[in-house]
Structures are given as C-alpha cells and as structure tokens.
C-alpha cells in the first residue's frame, strides 16, 4: 500500500472521471476506472518490455498508441533518447495530465495526434522502428484492436526490421489475432501484466513460414549435384520432388541428407546410413525420428523476396539506401563480368582468408564447370585503370527461381567506397531482368555461429533478407533389408 499524498479528479468526456493520484512511495498515478493508465506499476512493465528492443538498433522512429500519463513515453525517451516519438491519443484530458505531470522535457515533447487510433493508423504513411500499443478503456480493450484491418494496417507502418509492443493484460485473445500477420518473439510480464512482442515474419524465429512460392535451392536438382565435383562416384540424387537429397559414403560409411518440410522417404535397399533431415519450418517430431542435439547445417540463412517490388531498395535499410545513391553518383567505377580468372586475381589481392580463399575459387570452377554461363562473376573495376576493387560470384538456379550468393570481396584499400552495396544492387536489378524472384544471401550469422561472421552478415541484413532460422535437425539410423536367399 501507499500513502496517498494528494488526489484530485479530471472530468473527461471520454473517461469520465481520471484521477490523479500522488503517493509517498509510488509517486503519480493516473487511474480510469480503478484501473491505472499510467504511475509505477506501467512503467516498470514498459522498462523490461523495452529491454527487449537492442539498445543498439537503430530506433529513430517511435510510435505510442495510448498516451495515458505519460509514463511509458519517459522509458522511451530513456531508452531511446534520440528517437522522434509519435503519439496517437484519443483523450485530450489525458494530454494535458501528462503535460501537468511532466511526464516529457520540454526539449523533447513528442508529437501529439488526439484522434481515434483505429481511424488515425490506417491513414499514416510513415513508418516506424518501434510501435508501442497501450490502448485500454479502464481494464478493457476494444474488439477493433484485434480486426484483421487494424492489425493490418499496423503491420504495413512496422519497418521490415522493427518491432512492435503490445500490451495485453488479460486480454490473451489478441496475441493470436496479431500472430496472423506478426511473428511473436517474447512475451514480457510483470506482476499480472504481459507485453508481447512482434516482428515481422522471417526477422529470425525458429518456425516462422517462408514466403509462399519459395523452393529451397537443395531442391534444385542442378543445385544439388552441381555442389559435388563432375562425375564424382560416392554421391548420387535421391528423394521425392519437395524432399529431393544427396546420398554419399566415406568408405563404408554412408550418409543422406534433406533439406525440406515434407519428410524423406525410408529406403531399406540401400546400404544402412545415417538419414539426416533439416526441416525448414517444421517444429514437430514423427515417430521414429530424434531430435539431434547439435546443428549439422547453417544455423541460418536469409533471402530477399523480390516479387511487386521495382523499386526494391526501399525496403533496405537507410544506410544501405544512402551508400546506393553514392554509388549511382560516383563515375569512378563501374560493374562488368569477368572471367574467373580475374575475379580470382583480385580476389587473391585482398589478403583475406589465406586459409580457404583457394577453396572458394574451387568450388566456384566446380560451379562454372556444371551450370556454365548460369553462373555470374560480378566485379565492380577502376574505369580508368581497369583494376577490380570488389567481386560477388552468384550462382542462378531457374528452377528454384534463386540466384545464391556464393562468393564475395572487397579490397580493404576501397572500404569506404560503395561498391559492396552497388554489387548487391546489380544482383538484385539482375534477377529482376531475367525473373528470378529471390536472391538468397546463404549464411547469415546466428548466435552459436563463429564471430568473424557477423561483420559480413551485418552487411546482408541491411538489405532486408527474410531471416530463416532452422530448426535443429532430425536424425534416424536407418539399416539395410535384408533379403531372403
């Protein structure tokens, strides 16, 4: 309990009556119905909500559904002091509470929209970082919150990247009405309130669906074997269309793998071997399988989708948008194909990876070999001299409608130019021209993964890639059938 200080009444109508409170202990309270809008109870759940976000994202755009008192816009304010901060609040009365409260600097008063929330959002066309929602009638949610055309609208004003708060309560229905369009990463509780958090499908969450149309490269029969070297003996296609895989043998020792939703068919005539199958999205475990305790595979992989985007790059991030425009204005350099012997060269000249650099142009002359002109070494050169500064090597698969990222570099002498980005940019404008729908990044980095790797995956993640993070695999020992004599 608190010892009231002082009390007084707002009349309000749309409220009716708001009281204000002060405490000893507690400080300022703001109630509506006996039910707090606002005072220390929020304000701890908002500051562990927060918590949630990464200091380190770039929140530069912040909006509040539900003023309230203000208490939330101060965690805000303190978590990201720099972001400009929109509000949507449906009570006048209740902005000016939060003003007498001084709930916000001076120097940093947000910007106050008093209007209905469910009309204001489906009109905005910004978009945000981060979205706030704390919308309550007392202790009550309105049914709108939870329409497909509010959840909606909310999920096309949520940046690709950003992450959006909802405050339940006990209003546990709407987690599954915003789960149609949002993918949920955590819930938040304090005392007898939750906050869920939602992102965007594909930012990095264990079953979250791929975009519908999306054919996994190692279900491209060409891709699959074209990853071997020609002719190679202890390794041959098997599999089903959907859950195609590659068996193969060292010695005695035999091994299949897929790579799909739908699970592989149990061979008892071939030679007894370890089955391994990678499910993409599936969470579940049929019977006769185990759930492997390591990752055999990428931990992660991420692929941009390009289908009704022309203008593609205003999905990327507003850096990457900045060093694309740089790089359209900068005439020293241009972007060409070249022969794997250059790309190799200039590759060779960056110093980087002495250890596996050999390897890459390997499986690269692998790559040529099978797919011929299906592969593309894109160098961005000197125009005057001729000198390549940077390479990306993709790999198109038709069938699959995927072009892979497969090998790239950047001499350190031209770090601060453009060029990684205008790659990317030539990658993407390429599948366009010749109908691919998704260039696919490979590996992006994921806790777990070795951490020279986050500098380039930092670099991919800013051009938006759906993030498939994989489940851990499935594993079964599967032994040959014997036959009668």
Avoid at 225 to 233: F, H, S, T
Wanted: glycine fraction near 8%.
């Amino acid at each position: 309990m608190d010892i009231v200080l002082k009390e007084r009444k707002v009349p309000s109508e749309k409220n009716g009556v708001i009281t204000v409170r002060r405490g000893l202990r507690r400080g300022f309270t703001v109630l509506v119905d006996g039910f707090q809008q606002s005072g220390a109870h929020l304000a701890e759940l908002w500051r562990r909500s927060l918590w949630g976000v990464p200091e380190k994202h770039p929140v530069k755009q912040v909006l509040l559904l539900g003023l309230g008192g203000g208490s939330c816009l101060r965690n805000v304010r303190r978590r990201f002091p720099d972001a400009h901060v929109t509000v949507i609040e449906w009570n006048p009365a209740m902005v000016e509470i939060a003003k007498s409260l001084k709930f916000f600097h001076t120097k940093q008063i947000p910007e106050i929209i008093v209007g209905d929330a469910y009309e204001v959002v489906p009109k905005m066309n910004g978009r945000f970082d981060l979205i706030l929602i704390d919308l309550f009638r007392g202790g009550e949610t309105e049914p709108r919150l939870a329409s497909d055309e509010m959840v909606a609208a909310l999920s096309r004003i949520l940046k690709p990247d950003g992450y959006l708060l909802l405050n339940v309560y006990k209003s546990v229905a709407l987690i599954p009405a915003f789960e149609r369009r949002l993918s949920r990463h955590g819930t938040f509780s304090y005392k007898y309130d939750l906050v869920a958090q939602f992102r965007h499908v594909g930012q990095g969450r264990v079953g979250d669906q791929v975009p519908e149309g999306f054919v996994h490269p190692m279900q491209s029969p060409d891709y699959l074997v074209g990853g071997w070297e020609p002719g190679a003996q202890n390794a041959s296609l098997v599999g089903k269309p959907g859950c195609l895989g590659m068996r193969w043998h060292f010695g005695p020792i035999w091994i299949e793998s897929h790579t799909s939703d739908i699970p592989p068919d149990i061979d008892r005539d071939a030679p007894s071997r370890l089955l391994i199958w990678q499910p993409m999205t599936k969470l579940g475990k049929p019977a006769g399988w185990h759930r492997s305790w390591i990752q055999m595979n990428p931990l992660q992989h991420g692929f941009a989708d390009l289908r009704g985007k022309t203008e593609y790059w205003k999905d990327w991030s507003d850096h990457a948008q900045r060093h694309r425009k740089k790089w359209f204005k900068d005439e020293r350099y241009e972007i060409v194909e070249v022969p794997l012997s250059d790309f190799a060269a200039a590759y060779h000249k960056t110093g980087k990876l002495p250890m596996i650099r050999k390897d890459f142009i390997r499986m690269l002359d692998r790559r040529i070999q099978y797919h011929g002109d299906r592969v593309h070494l894109f160098a961005a050169r000197d125009v005057r001299t001729g000198q390549i500064i940077s390479g990306l090597a993709v790999v198109d698969v038709p069938d699959a409608s995927v072009s892979m990222h497969t090998v790239a570099f950047l001499h350190p002498k031209f770090e601060k130019t453009s060029a990684g980005t205008g790659l990317i940019d030539h990658w993407f404008s390429h599948c366009q021209k010749t109908g691919i729908r998704f260039p696919h990044f490979g590996l992006l980095w994921a806790p777990g993964d070795p951490g020279a790797w986050k500098g380039y995956s930092k670099f991919k993640r800013q051009f938006n890639p759906h993030l498939l993070l994989y489940p851990l695999p499935l594993i079964r020992f599967v032994r040959r059938q014997k036959t009668a004599a």
